[in-house]
T-cell receptor
Framework: NAGVTQTPKFQVLKTGQSMTLQCAQD?????MYWYRQDPGMGLRLIYY???????DKGEVPNGYNVSRLNKREFSLRLESAAPSQTSVYFC??????????????FGPGTRLLVL | AQKITQTQPGMFVQEKEAVTLDCTYD???????LFWYKQPSSGEMIFLIY??????QNATEGRYSLNFQKARKSANLVISASQLGDSAMYFC?????????????FGSGTRLQVQP
């Protein structure tokens, strides 16, 4: 059981370049999330998707777009990368239950460096 | 105001001893959930334990227990019989009904180092 997978594991971009981070889960979860983690900080929510076909902004959405391609896949796109987007990006998924009991399961993360 | 506060940037503990990692939270919402995650040096986020605001008993999962003091708005993680493999960053997180969304709000974390 792979759980939540992310690709790539590591990426270096130049300022202004674009890229898409891929995330897939095989747990049949409805909800998926993208977080970023900056050094010495906890995770902050970028976007989330409560179900296939829906997406909503989180705490730090500027500079990002997302696509919930199907129930399994949720991608994060940087259209024009900036050094401030250097971070570790985590994808997570959760099964819809009593909402506050939902446990989120995380992927291994993508380390992004923008020069 | 900070939603989740973890006041201990770093902690040391001797192997086989118990350790308590502090977490206080700020919410006016009566319905919320509290979570602890472990992040080893490899980087992945591992779910440890959950406590609901309406739960009458403190949550336990193996060597992990949550000391939930609702009136004081604290949800401290207790690790019993520490092992070298427990060395990691530990994050406290919360989800509130009033936010209308399912995302977690994380604290800044505590780095635990277990010494032999």
């Amino acid at each position: 059981n792979a759980g939540v997978t992310q690709t790539p594991k590591f990426q270096v971009l130049k300022t202004g370049q674009s890229m898409t981070l891929q995330c897939a889960q095989d747990m049949n979860h409805n909800s998926m999330y993208w977080y970023r983690q900056d050094p010495g900080m906890g995770l902050r929510l970028i976007y989330y998707s409560a179900s296939e076909g829906t997406t909503d902004k989180g705490e730090v959405p500027n500079g990002y777009n997302v696509s919930r391609l199907n129930k399994r896949e949720f991608s994060l796109r940087l259209e024009s990368a900036a050094p401030s987007q250097t971070s570790v990006y985590f994808c997570a998924s959760s099964e819809t239950r009593v909402w506050y009991q939902e446990t989120q399961y995380f992927g291994p993360g993508t380390r992004l460096l923008v020069l | 105001a900070q939603k989740i506060t973890q006041t201990q940037p770093g902690m040391f503990v001797q192997e086989k001893e118990a350790v308590t990692l502090d977490c206080t939270y700020d919410t006016s919402d009566p319905s919320y959930g509290l979570f602890w995650y472990k992040q080893p040096s490899s980087g992945e986020m591992i779910f440890l334990i959950y406590q609901g605001s309406y739960d009458q008993q403190n949550a336990t999962e193996g060597r992990y227990s949550l000391n939930f003091q609702k009136a004081r708005k604290s949800a401290n993680l207790v690790i019993s019989a520490s092992q070298l493999g427990d060395s990691a960053m530990y994050f406290c997180a919360m989800r509130e009904l009033s936010t209308g969304r399912r995302a977690l709000t994380f604290g800044s974390g505590t780095r635990l180092q277990v010494q032999p």
